[in-house]
């Protein structure tokens, strides 16, 4: 092996017009119909814009007869960050992740800062080529956030408003969106996205309960007592709060 070549892939994108529907299927036969319909172009991602974006890690091995060949986990490939406050390293599967708090990455600035390594389980320890691999973190701001509540007026249970004919609801169910600076937005609804806080100003009101898997906002009190609840949303690592 006279090199090792690392690659992380968040995503891909079809180049537009590169697999257009054949004009006639009588011009060829049918199998030259479907090559033509399966022969795309795409373009491979490699920048991270997000905390909590990730990118998978594969390489490219070059023998000394130039022949190429893909190289994988599955192996014997591993991988280590050399820039851990931009990018982490989860093993299974192979992968890059930009962690909470992250900072960017600029390859003219940082170079490479994936690092690859290829050797065999038979002789650990030594291994066949040791390579680098170019991942661009590029930081979108957020600009604005929004909270949404399913209902505007809830209730505690055993409040008569709950009752028919009024049924009030009990619970509201909270989402919250982040859009960034290229108009591009994130769902930011805890507990699956756990960089988001959300809090209340009236804890004897209402509380936030996540028991359902998605948070919702829980009417505690009764008999009379009631008021405006204002919930606030933070985001440390992207530095937006609403309410």
């Not at 919250?176 to 004897?204: C, H, M, N, Y």
């Amino acid at each position: 092996v006279t090199s090792l070549a690392g690659i992380a892939v968040g995503r891909i994108s079809f180049v537009p017009g590169s697999f257009p529907p054949p004009t006639e299927v009588a011009a060829g036969t049918l199998s030259d119909a479907v090559a033509q319909l399966l022969t795309v172009q795409v373009n491979m991602i490699q920048g991270l814009f997000a905390v909590g974006d990730e990118a998978f890690v594969f390489a490219y091995a070059t023998f000394s007869d130039g022949a190429i060949m893909e190289v994988d986990a599955s192996m014997g490939l591993t991988a280590t960050s050399t820039k851990t406050d931009s990018i982490i390293v989860d093993a299974n599967p192979l992968r890059v992740r930009v962690p909470a708090g992250g900072t960017n990455a600029d390859e003219s600035i940082d170079g490479d800062i994936l690092t690859v390594k290829w050797e065999s389980s038979c002789n650990p320890g030594v291994p066949f080529a040791v390579g680098t691999g170019t991942v661009e973190v590029e930081l979108l701001t957020a600009i604005a956030v929004t909270l949404t509540a399913t209902e505007p007026v809830i209730a505690h249970p055993l409040d008569p408003a709950t009752f028919f004919p009024i049924n009030i609801p009990n619970g509201s169910r909270l989402a919250l969106e982040l859009t960034f600076s290229d108009g591009s937005i994130k769902d930011a609804t805890p507990p699956t996205q756990p960089l988001t806080v959300l809090t209340v100003d009236r804890p004897d009101l209402a509380l936030i309960d996540y028991s359902t898997g998605f948070p919702v906002l829980v009417a505690l009190a009764y008999n009379g007592l009631g008021g405006v609840v204002t919930i606030t949303a933070t985001f440390p690592d992207y530095n937006a709060a609403a309410a």
